[in-house]
């Protein structure tokens, strides 16, 4: 996609390109992030690759760094937009506003002290994650939080 946005809106300007970016791009990178939540730095790395060429490709003969073209384009992070995901998917189950029915399978724990284990420091509201049986499933959003 950023082969052909680059290709085919050759004089676009900034603006323009950075709106196509975030429309065309953007959310083939973030859509698995709710089913997926990648672990391994490698993973991320490769991810945030896809960005960091973007922004070579808006804000190009710029000699800029990564984290100066994210500035300049006030765009956050892949990995921050992640954890803002993640932050807003708990708000949204702790609020009730996802179905009982469909929703992630975490509890909520309202109690003083320890229940079961489960160290309640900081705040009388914890989520406990489910047990997993695959390894490839306790880095799931659902069951890592």
Known sequence: MLGIIKRNFFGATEHYLLNLYKT???????YPNQVWHPRRLQDVDKLERVQTKATKIIIRGKKLTYENRLRKLKLPTLTYRQ????????????SGKYDKNC???????????SLSGVETRGNSYKLVPDRSKYELRRHYF????
């Open 24 to 30: 065309m791009v953007r959310p083939h990178i973030e």
């Open 83 to 94: 954890v803002r995901g993640d932050m807003i998917d708990v708000y949204k189950f702790l």
């Open 103 to 113: 929703s992630v399978k975490l509890q909520l724990y309202s109690c003083r002290g």
């Open 142 to 145: 659902s069951i890592f939080t």
